[in-house]
């Protein structure tokens, strides 16, 4: 299948520190390329994958599962560590549940973690329901383009494919559990007014971390994908700001598109 205008994996060679941004369930690589593009430019480094089954159509993402999901996140993980010294790992909605896991499993190879409107659980009245209606009913209303600011739209599905979104259930279930293994500095950027992940999925997240050094910033003037929204410079300048911070508190070089020296 051809993929969706702007679904198109992204990745940049820069500098010594990386940067891995992860997008969310049901999108597409669009949603989160212009942070992306941001850090790149500032000469990281960067890896934004194309998760399976996205950014075709809905039906490719029903045969798909988290553990396929995250594969992907892991394999470009171990790529960018290949050839940068220190790697920080991002992400929206799924993509920073899939980018705090990888902190939990991934430990001190991961400098850092930065997630906006991250998920930690599947909300709505017929999700109890999905281990037996996803054998009923296919696919219930996309949650696409949940943003504030006119004009701008989210390359993503119109159809949540119930067989994907039960795995998601799982997934969610299973990094509850181990968020406590989570120790590395948290920056985590949230919508008060967000219509797909509430404010209660980032509380939840913040309270089972066990993450000393966090940062939390509120995004008011966006909605879920605050990545294309109101806010998204500064979710951008946030996360660099939090890169350099935490790269030059190691004694390495303090512009993270700098040479660092490798331990």
Same mark, same amino acid.
């Given at each position: ?37 941001? $850090? ?9 994958? $194309? ?8 039906? !490719? ?12 996140? !892991? ?26 896991? $990888? ?54 599905? !119109? ?34 007014? +967000? ?5 209660? +999925? ?10 000393? !050094? ?13 990545? $294309? ?35």
């Amino acid at each position: 299948m051809p993929l969706l205008p702007g679904a198109e994996p992204f990745r940049h060679d820069g500098g010594e520190v990386g940067a891995l941004v992860c997008h969310g369930f049901t999108g597409s690589p669009q949603s989160v390329r212009p942070w992306a593009e941001h $850090l790149a430019e500032r000469g990281l480094s960067v890896s934004l994958p $194309l998760l399976p089954g996205h950014g075709t159509r809905w039906q !490719d993402m029903q045969v798909t599962t988290w553990q396929d999901w995250y594969a992907e996140v !892991d394999r470009a993980l171990r790529e960018l560590r290949e050839r940068c010294s220190r790697v920080f790992v991002c992400g929206l909605s799924m993509g920073g549940a899939l980018a705090l896991r $990888l902190a939990a499993k991934h430990g001190d190879a991961i400098s850092g973690v930065a997630v906006v409107n991250p998920a930690n659980k599947v909300h709505g009245q017929a999700t109890k329901a999905l281990p037996v209606l996803r054998h009923l009913v296919r696919s219930t209303q996309g949650i696409a383009s949940d943003i504030a600011k006119e004009g701008a739209e989210e390359v993503g599905y !119109d159809r949540v494919p119930l067989h994907a979104a039960h795995s998601f259930r799982r997934f969610l279930r299973l990094l509850d559990g181990e968020l406590p293994q989570v120790t590395q500095p948290l920056l985590l950027l949230h919508s008060p007014q +967000d219509h797909v992940v509430p404010p209660a +999925d980032s509380e939840r997240i913040l309270s089972r971390v066990s993450s000393r !050094d966090v940062t939390e910033r509120l995004l008011d003037r966006s909605y879920h994908v605050a990545t $294309l929204d109101h806010d998204a410079e500064l979710v951008f300048e946030e996360t660099y700001a939090f890169i350099t911070r935490i790269v030059a508190g190691t004694g390495e070089a303090a512009q993270p598109g700098g040479t660092a020296a490798r331990g």
